[in-house]
């Protein structure tokens, strides 16, 4: 049998399965492995080529296959399915990651390290505090409009509901509507305590690390949004141009074209949501200063607000915004604002 080239790995939670093919592309190799076996397995194979989709856990077995001398390359799940010949199985996902990773036109996701992942790991758990403070207070509100009380919203909203629940004497409330809803103001005092801590040490790295320090110099784009970018966007030059960059966050129009005809539609919202989410969020700021006259707004982003609705300019803001972090990550400068 032909020495092993190319093995297509179909990873799971228990069992894996490999498929590999030699340099003749003759298939040499079928196997299930069980999770513990899978590194035993690999450090006996002499280097190879192993492709992987992008998915959970990826990162980690791609970091550890890399240690045993092979080459890895993850792949984007939606452009393996493709190759899937028939059914949906294994073997048969196996095969297609296998053939997959040899496209020559395939496009691969880089490799993040354990820093990057525990990063994007207290991104991720202050999304979802976030999401968990956003739905209690609404339903601290929703419970108080019950009774007559309607209290305002946003941040001060929110402090302002929590005391008048709290203050037992001030209130109007009965007791059993005060016992329901006390362990839901103190429940969010303690996850608003959270998300304090771990923005603190969402800044503290963001200020440790000199890149994302640059981006932070993008009006629009602050501490959180900046070391996200950083710990996703492993390597800004595998996008050719801040053009594409935009385009993977979605950012670009949706195309429905045919025949010659040009039809764009809304944005794509393909890519990595959070990212986009936080770029428009920064977008956002911009404008409100812009159409307050500050000075701290660009020229660009006022003459845009005069001839665009608020949502589309915002858009528009965060596509030039993602322009500019792909300039500044790909070719290693700094932000140079328009005179």
């Keep these: ?10 990873i799971a939670k228990h069992v894996f399965q490999l498929h590999g093919i030699d340099a003749a592309g003759n298939v040499g190799l079928k196997r299930r492995l069980r999770r513990s076996e899978v590194l035993t397995f690999f450090a006996k194979l002499p280097p190879a080529l192993v492709g992987m989709e992008a998915c959970a856990t990826s990162h980690y077995w791609a970091r550890e296959l890399t240690a045993l001398g092979h080459s890895v390359k993850l792949m984007p799940p939606h452009y393996v399915k493709p190759y899937v010949k028939r059914q949906k199985n294994d073997m048969a996902d196996a095969a297609a990651i296998c053939e997959a990773v040899t496209r020559p036109s395939m496009r691969f996701v880089p490799m993040k390290s354990e820093e990057q992942q525990a990063v994007l790991m207290l991104h991720r758990s202050r999304e979802l505090l976030v999401r968990q403070h956003t739905m209690l207070v609404n339903a601290l509100r929703a419970h108080l409009a019950e009774f007559g009380i309607v209290m305002k919203q946003g941040k001060a909203g929110a402090a302002a509901v929590a005391s008048f629940i709290e203050d037992g004497e001030a209130s109007c409330l009965s007791s059993a509507v005060r016992e329901a809803l006390l362990p839901l ?5 303690q996850i608003a305590a959270r998300i304090a801590r771990l923005e603190g040490s969402i800044v503290a790295w963001h200020r440790r690390n000199p890149t994302s320090l640059r981006l932070a110099s993008v009006p629009g784009i602050g501490p959180i949004t900046a070391s ?3 710990a996703t966007i492993t390597d800004a030059r595998l996008f050719s141009s801040g053009r594409h960059l935009a385009a993977w966050l979605g950012l670009v129009p949706r195309q429905n074209s045919s025949g010659g005809k040009e039809r764009l539609g809304g944005i794509t919202k393909k890519g990595d949501g959070y990212i986009r989410k936080l770029l428009v969020i920064g977008a956002n700021a911009v404008l409100r200063f812009a159409r307050k006259g500050s000075p701290n707004s ?9 001839r665009k609705p608020h949502k589309v300019a915002a858009v528009a803001l965060a596509n030039k915004m993602a322009r500019i972090s792909w300039a500044l990550l790909a070719r290693n400068e700094a932000f140079r604002p328009t005179a």
């Design 1 to 10: 049998m032909e020495q092993i080239t190319t093995i297509g790995l179909d």
């Design 185 to 189: 103001v103190e429940q969010l005092r």
């Design 228 to 230: 996200a970018i950083v």
């Design 298 to 306: 660009t020229r660009w982003a006022s003459s845009l607000l005069m």
